[in-house]
């Protein structure tokens, strides 16, 4: 078979001097980074739906793209034909990862047996490839959003039989992806939410979200499938308000439905800002409560209110979210998944490489930098100075639990005033994180 994307060759690494735009300035491989090699720390992911199946259309106009591999047509040839050009692109990229939706990768049918018997027959397609090239899995999900019978949901819909159709359906994604030897299963809540609270039983939806989910736990163990589960926050888009709202909101979601020691978070970037918060402020909240998963690297616009999935390059946002994933001990089953599709208007085949090859790089540069702060310490001892009161004296009877209002309020008023207050040196920690990048 023709390649899918000729003349353009294996990406290597010519260091931060080359004016190659195919090639990497930052990501080097197999260098080092705190006794790891930068693709076991970064392990980066191709997402199946941006690069292979969005065709960059907006409500305003038709698909831009150019994919020559690609006949345009819904046929399970065609699903086959995208398979090749995936893997290729992975290895001229270097990637060794990938995600997708059940239904990116194979038609539906005429019934769900159909459509189950099509992903089987592209599924042979994938591991054939993957065995012989080593691009693996990362995560897979199922895709409960696309088909109009989940206009109101799945999991949560009023219409009990598309919530059956749910359940079997991710049955079958998840049995894909153990067949594929998938590190994880993704949750991310499609239509779990709402937009008119006049026609919506709140709480029976959120009841019913949390039964799927724990069906889901049990099923992954009838199976054995061995991977994380991960809840991928997004507050709104495409309902107005999403149950997954934030990470925050997900954690008392699985504590109340007694989810935590099986779910860990997918983060996205661009899902935090549309719930108001950094990025960061995500990763840290999941690092805190032991809940830390993966991440899906891309960026928002801060001037538009919806999900723009772009390509990640601000390196001190990377750098601070870097530093979130080294303190949670790195990656193990998760990594970095290029939830991002190139702008409309970068067309052709080869921006699909020069969006990787920016993303890549601007990780790679975020995670040494990162490793350089944890190895001169003086964030970090800045931080753990500022909370020296909680050391001994009445800050530790606090802290351990020896302390209550009746000691506390003794302690006060024979005290009087408290400690006077130090400042908390934000534009010198802003100066210091500035003096790195
Ligand atoms: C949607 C989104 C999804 C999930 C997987 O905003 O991020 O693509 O990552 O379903
Ligand atoms: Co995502």
Redesign the pocket.
């Known amino acids: 078979m023709a390649e899918a994307f000729a003349g353009i060759p294996k990406i290597e690494y010519e260091g931060p001097k080359s004016k190659n735009p195919l090639a990497f300035k930052h990501y080097n491989a197999e260098e080092l980074v705190e006794g790891k090699t930068m693709a076991d720390h970064l392990r980066f992911s191709v997402a199946f739906w941006h690069c292979f199946r969005n065709r960059c259309q907006d409500p305003f106009g038709a698909p831009t793209r150019l994919m020559p591999w690609d006949d345009g047509t819904e046929s399970l040839d065609n699903s086959k034909n995208r398979i090749p050009a995936l893997f290729e692109f992975c290895e001229k990229l270097g990637v060794k990862y990938f995600c997708f939706h059940d239904r990116d990768i194979a038609p539906e049918g005429d019934s769900l047996k159909e459509t189950n018997k099509n992903l089987d027959e592209v599924v042979k397609v994938v591991k054939d490839h993957s065995e012989k090239t080593g691009t693996t899995l990362l995560w897979g999900t199922a895709c409960l959003f696309a088909n109009p019978r989940f206009m109101h949901g799945a999991a949560t819909s009023p219409n009990a039989d598309v919530f059956a159709y749910a359940a079997a359906q991710v049955a079958k994604a998840m049995e894909v992806t153990q067949t594929l030897g998938g590190q994880g299963f993704t949750f991310?809540g499609g239509r779990e939410g709402y937009k008119s609270l006049l026609n919506t039983d709140m709480g029976r939806e959120l009841d019913h979200l949390g039964a799927f989910l724990n069906m889901a736990v049990d099923f992954k163990k009838d199976i054995s499938f061995d991977g994380p589960f991960y809840i991928?926050p997004k507050p709104k888009e495409p309902t107005k308000h999403q149950y997954d709202f934030d990470v925050e909101a997900c954690f008392a979601f699985l504590q109340k439905y007694g989810l935590t020691e099986h779910f860990r978070f997918n983060i996205?970037a661009n899902h935090a800002t549309l719930a108001g918060h950094d990025f960061v402020h995500e990763l840290r909240f999941a690092r805190e409560v032991g809940l830390f998963g993966s991440v899906?690297a891309n960026r928002g616009d801060l001037m538009l209110g919806w999900d723009t999935d772009q390509f990640p390059n601000d390196v001190s946002e990377c750098t601070l979210a870097m530093l979130e994933v080294l303190e949670a001990g790195g990656f193990t089953t998760g990594g970095l998944n290029f939830?991002c599709h190139v702008h409309r208007e970068s067309f052709e085949p080869v921006d699909l490489f020069h969006a990787h090859i920016g993303g890549m790089d601007t990780f790679a540069k975020a995670l040494k930098i990162a490793a350089d702060i944890r190895a001169d310490g003086d964030l970090a001892n800045f931080v753990k100075a500022r909370y020296a009161s909680y050391d001994g004296g009445i800050g530790a009877d606090i802290e351990s639990g020896k302390a209550d209002f009746k000691s506390l309020r003794k302690y006060a008023e024979d005290k009087g005033e408290p400690a006077a207050n130090e400042s908390g040196r934000v534009e010198m920690l802003e100066n210091l994180l500035n003096s790195y990048l």
Do not use: F, P, S
């Open positions: 991310w991928e996205e899906d939830d």
